[in-house]
């Protein structure tokens, strides 16, 4: 106890005598603020965290079933699911699945891996705190392979690069912090992203562990073995994660000549890859107990919108538009707040294999974090020998980019489609490994000093972009849930950055409309060189639209589209579209009649709310019900225009359609 005492006692004094370094500080004080950005991040959306609450999601399930002795959740699949001739279509199966859940034999299991449930669901529950929160484990495991990645860089940069000014290492840690898709995925904290952070976590603190082991003074055993125990639990989390195992076959090509005596390096191979393969083999199993097949994760048997089972998957063809959206689809860059949005739209420029219908929000690595355009810059100059990375900092730089690049190349071979939840499980390495190279190259520039300060202030602004793309899209995620969730929070945010926009315009000389609010959404042919929403098409229920519409100045312009009538409209009743814009309290109308229709509408200089609506004369009897929505108008290709841009005889009838008042 007294030993335990005084090892405590040691690592206070350590900690207070850090402080006393600037360094230090700084980065304390930037790891708080990424702390309370991931936090906020995850708990933003309407989806606060509450300790206590008895939870259903999939991860406290299995929790659950592993407190109960089983593999299955102890959930009963519905006895109309499992009547059904196929209980695997997914237009039949619908109203009664579970999503994304695997039903194998009647019984529901998980097809992700259990590390999150064993490793923080569980222990959260036997400290008597009640189920764990989706959003705080997220959260957690996102903030735990940060720290790591973070040691993991000052531990590589003391032994290799001690000559890095601080400034340098301070913005290689915000490019940690703010370009590893973490922001993105803690938008939307489900199950998914519980496990793709776990396994971000456990990759981290297996290559800390793994590397502080192998270059300390005396190699480390316990520091190895548990190094290797955490790519385990990643590969327990993400199963494709097993090439990060390449990590320990380095490890031991730089440990075997150290060790002369067969004994030590029996002991040290062991202690390297015994715990990995404890970890691999127990996957087999739980898998083997599940579904009878130590391969088979659950995937053939997911109840998803699509029949997974059925869908081809590992194809060649593939790969490329895979490899288009994980490293080369730019974000578009808009005029509609935060102003960075992911695509598609913009789709795949090529040609898209059939059943190649997966692609959610994707954007490429390079042009959007673009400090990694280092990595295949540098390789002409290291293979010429014009640059030299420190010996051993190359091998370790080559591995962890030779397993992110495996990860993209696995992932794009393997699924008919992509998401940017993934990139978080190959991102941190290639941006680990791109910032080695570029303090390298700093570092070897040294006797110049032009060229080492064009090399830094050149890196540290990819760094910034990077940073500012990252933020930017942590507040859309997947499903705009800011602005859903917190509409008060994603106001004020907007309101704050509209000087940006409102200057744009006053450079473009015309309004533009940048979104379109509405409870079906909107389509619009949109590129990369759309300013705002594009030419918008959608319905109008008798809940009203909102356009969002940034001016140059106050003044009086027109909303142009075609107006028709839906097939929700009342047969035999007019159809009118009122227009009123909440910032100057005015409001205008035209009626439909199945081709372009003008509105005029007062704006001020900025943002402006118009609200859409529909009036419909007589109104229908009885009130519509149910939840599908309503089409009772359409408008298509929307945009706005200037008044002064139409003949002045069309202005003048258009207005006195419109039913305004006018001079």
Known sequence: MKGVLARARTLVARGLYGLRSPFNVLVLGLLVGVASFYLWTATSSGNPIH????????????????????????????????????????????????????????????????????????????????????????????????????????????????????????????????????????????????????????????????????????????????????????????????????????????????????????????????????????????????????????????????????????????????????????????????????????????????????????????????????????????????????????????TLALIGAAIVLALSFAFWGTTMRYEMDFLGLLLLAALLVWLAAVSALGKSRRVRRLFSVGGAVLIGYGALVGAAISVTGYYDSLRTGSPGTYRALERFFSPLPTLATMIIGRPILVDVVNPTGYSAPINYGTAGAGAASFWIGRDPAVLEIVSPRDGEFMLEGVLRRGPSAAPGSRLIIVATSLSRDDSAGRAVRDRVGRIPVLVSRGLNEVRLRVIETPPPHPAPTGTAPEQVAAVEGLHVTSVRDLPSARRTATLLDSGRATP
Not at 96 to 122: C, E, I, N, Q
Not at 221 to 238: E, F, P, Y
Not at 367 to 380: G, S, Y
């Open 51 to 398: 300790f206590g609450e008895s939870r259903t999601d999939y991860y406290n399930l299995l929790g659950d079933a592993f407190l109960d002795g089983q593999l299955s959740l102890p959930v009963e699949p519905a006895k109309e699911l499992l009547a059904l001739p196929d209980p695997y279509d997914p237009v039949a199966n619908g109203p009664y699945r579970l999503h994304d859940l695997s039903l194998y034999k009647g019984r529901y299991y998980m097809p992700w891996g259990p590390t999150p449930a064993l490793t923080l669901f569980l222990p959260f529950r036997l400290l008597g705190l009640g189920d764990m929160p989706e959003n705080l484990a997220v959260a957690l495991f996102s903030l735990g392979g940060l720290l790591f990645s973070v040691l993991l860089l000052r531990l590589l940069l003391r032994r290799y690069l001690p000559a890095t000014p601080t400034w340098l290492r301070i913005a290689a840690i915000a490019a940690l912090a703010f370009e590893n898709a973490a922001p993105f995925i803690l938008r939307r904290p489900a199950v998914y992203e519980v496990a793709i952070s776990a396994a971000y976590c456990f990759t981290f603190a297996g290559l800390y562990l793994l590397f502080s082991g192998l270059l300390a003074k005396r190699t480390s055993l316990l520091r190895l073995a548990l190094g290797s125990l955490c790519i385990g639990l990643a590969v327990g989390a993400r199963p494709n994660l097993f090439v990060v195992g390449l990590a320990l076959v380095l490890v031991w090509l730089l440990l075997a000549p150290r060790e002369p005596i067969r004994t030590l390096r029996v002991r040290s191979a062991v202690a390297l890859f015994g715990p990995l393969l404890l970890c691999v083999v127990a996957l087999l199993a739980y898998n083997y107990a599940r579904f009878d097949s130590p391969l088979e994760l659950g995937l053939k048997y997911q109840l998803a919108g699509v029949e997974v089972r059925k869908k081809d998957t590992f194809n060649l063809s593939y790969i490329l538009p895979g490899l288009y959206y994980y490293l080369l689809a730019p974000a578009r860059l808009n005029l509609n707040f935060p102003f960075f949005h992911l695509p598609p739209p913009p789709a795949y420029p090529g040609h898209v294999p059939a059943g190649y219908d997966g692609v959610e929000v994707t954007g490429g690595l390079f042009p959007n974090v673009p400090i990694l355009l280092v990595l295949p810059a540098v390789v002409p100059f290291v293979l010429a020998r014009r640059l030299k990375l420190p010996l051993g900092l190359g091998a370790i730089v080559g």
